[in-house]
């Protein structure tokens, strides 16, 4: 008898407390729905035509049921998706999603769970542009390929399933290893290119600008030894020991143009008439007649005098 008394007193309890959580509006047919969200009443399992707005409104609670549906934008992380490029190189991408309900009843009665499916289209699609892409156009074109990406998940969720997918950006590539070695490589190659072809270009320049300093010393020497004397204050302002300091041939040229014309001796014209003199009242020495001896035949003694002067002068 205790124990059935304990059971009767238990059933209010269970009563009131399903009251307090329903709410007395709500045991009369009476809903709110929030601002973000907007309702549709199924009349003994059938959807009535048109949509609940939000705010309180009145469903039969005996005849029908009122599914409420989200319309905020919701924000889905695509899981990385391993695929291989256009151009063979594997790759994980993973990317975010964003979209919305545009249409309720098409959301809630032609799929079944549509964030799922919106989750699977993204999933797939992903893998398909991976594919269709090269690796280069998914590092450095980004935005070409977001765009991509939205049409192909777009297209089979907005018409049927009244979900429209508002933007869709890749959020990492992840390389191998070997390729980000190579990646290195290449782009330390390419820094070296650029760094030799400005460091060509400059002395390029350069010689051009010496040819032109060079031909204006040419016209003048004077700049060519003024440019010396700075080179050398240059190099003093170092504090070497030693200084060489070369002295080129244009600098004495230049001292022998200016050295004045008086500092030269002339000889007069009564010392080079003496000079003369002098040169005919020298002695000439007589050289004595060679003769060739009686014996020798005629044709010998034609040759006689260079035979005797050879004989006579090796003694000598």
């Known amino acids: 008898m205790p124990a059935v008394k304990l059971v009767s007193s238990s059933v209010p309890v269970a009563r009131r407390a399903a009251c307090r959580g329903l709410g007395w509006p709500a045991m009369f047919g009476f809903k709110i729905i929030t601002q973000f969200e907007q309702g549709i009443v199924f009349h003994w399992g059938r959807a009535l035509p048109g949509v609940r707005q939000p705010g309180l409104t009145w469903v039969n609670p005996f005849s029908d049921r009122l599914r409420k549906v989200n319309m905020q934008i919701v924000v889905a992380a695509v899981p990385a998706q391993e695929a291989i490029t256009r151009d063979n190189v594997t790759l994980k991408v993973d990317a975010v999603v964003y979209y919305r309900v545009v249409d309720p009843v098409k959301a809630i009665i032609n799929v079944q769970n549509y964030t799922y499916a919106v989750s699977q289209v993204a999933q797939t699609s992903l893998r398909s542009v991976i594919g269709q892409s090269d690796m280069d156009q998914l590092l450095s074109e980004r935005d070409k390929v977001n765009a991509h990406l939205k049409e192909v998940i777009d297209a089979p969720t907005e018409q049927p399933w009244g979900v429209r997918v508002e933007r869709v950006e890749v959020k990492d590539v992840s390389l191998p290893e070997s390729m980000k070695r190579s990646m290195s490589r290449q782009a330390e190659a390419e820094r070296e290119r650029r760094a030799r072809i400005i460091s060509a270009d400059g002395e390029y320049q350069a010689s051009k600008k010496l040819a032109q300093a060079a031909s204006v010393m040419a016209a003048d ?6 440019r010396l004397l700075q080179t ?15 002295v080129p041939v244009e600098l004495l ?31 000439i020495p007589e050289v004595p007649a060679l003769t060739a001896p009686v014996s020798m035949p005629v044709g010998a003694a034609l040759t006689a005098p260079l035979n005797t002067a050879q004989k006579t002068s090796a003694p000598v």
């Open 253 to 283: 040229r230049f001292f022998d143009r200016t050295a004045p014309d008086s500092g030269r001796a002339k000889p007069s014209a009564e010392d080079a008439d003496d000079a003369d003199d002098a040169i005919e009242s020298v002695p």
């Open 232 to 246: 050398v204050v240059e190099v003093a302002a170092e504090k070497n020991s030693t200084l060489v300091m070369p």
């Open 221 to 226: 020497p004077a700049a060519l030894q003024l």
